[in-house]
């Protein structure tokens, strides 16, 4: 079997769309709403990847992945390019490459109770952290008094939180404010617990050097013009 490569930018407008690997069900970046249309702020990134490429928000073609599977999918071929809440790592740029940041997402704290206005508030509390995250590390330096219980899912989290089992939890931002717009009485703890940068995952190699090169400019003229963060606050992104 031959292998499989990436389409290079000449390949891409000759096709005459984009093909771009996004998740769903992550509100507020990538999810179905009531029309069971995908939106979100990585569709409205992809769509003006589509426009910066053929001037048509249109032409792109939106392939739903699996967590798992948003890099082996720029890896193999079957998409041009990953926008499915992808932290920029070391271990992860020795397989792709990274546009900028587009995004800082971090870990945060979700609560019920509207008293708790600082991370001060939270110690001797009840948190729920998921196991192996390394948030756990974090929670730990910052609340050492607090009473931390492992999880092994964000639904198991949610659960906890909602029944009162667990006083506050601690995991992605882009995810507890999802939460936030599905669910009302719950409140972020105003501070972020770390940061970190999501990034368009695309190939390497000297032949996409083109494609490279038009999604940096892309995304650096996006934060220029103010419209990333005007996109992010669209979706209720802090």
């Given at each position: 079997m031959l292998p499989v490569f990436a389409a290079d930018l000449d390949t891409i407008r000759q096709r005459g769309r984009v093909v771009v690997a996004v998740r769903d069900g992550w509100q507020p970046l990538s999810f179905r709403n009531g029309d069971d249309d995908l939106v979100g702020l990585?569709?409205?990134?992809?769509r003006g990847l589509a426009s910066a490429i053929f001037a048509d928000p249109a032409a792109v073609e939106l392939m739903?992945?699996?967590?798992?599977?948003?890099?082996?999918a720029v890896l193999d071929g079957r998409a041009d390019l990953a926008i499915a809440g992808l932290t920029l790592t070391a271990g992860r740029q020795r397989l792709v490459s990274f546009s900028?940041?587009?995004?800082?997402?971090?870990?945060?704290v979700l609560v019920r109770d509207p008293q708790v206005q600082s991370l001060a508030d939270l110690q001797r509390r009840r948190l729920g952290v998921l196991?192996?995250?390394?948030?756990v590390a974090v929670v730990r330096h910052l609340l050492p008094l607090?009473?931390?219980?492992?999880?092994?899912?964000?639904?198991?989290?949610?659960?906890?939180?909602?029944?009162?089992?667990i006083d506050g939890f601690a995991g992605d931002v882009t995810v507890l404010v999802g939460w936030q717009q599905n669910h009302s009485g719950y409140y972020l703890v105003p501070r972020l617990l770390s940061a970190e940068p999501l990034a368009i995952a695309l190939p390497k190699g000297t032949q996409?050097?083109?494609?490279?090169?038009?999604?940096?400019?892309?995304?650096?003229g996006w934060h220029h013009s103010g419209w990333l963060e005007e996109r992010a606050t669209f979706w209720g992104l802090p």
């Open positions: 990585e569709v409205d990134l992809a739903v992945v699996a967590s798992g599977d948003r890099i082996p900028p940041p587009y995004y800082l997402d971090g870990g945060a196991q192996g995250a390394s948030t607090a009473a931390l219980t492992p999880l092994a899912s964000y639904q198991e989290a949610f659960n906890r939180l909602s029944t009162g089992q996409y050097t083109e494609l490279r090169a038009l999604v940096n400019q892309t995304v650096i």
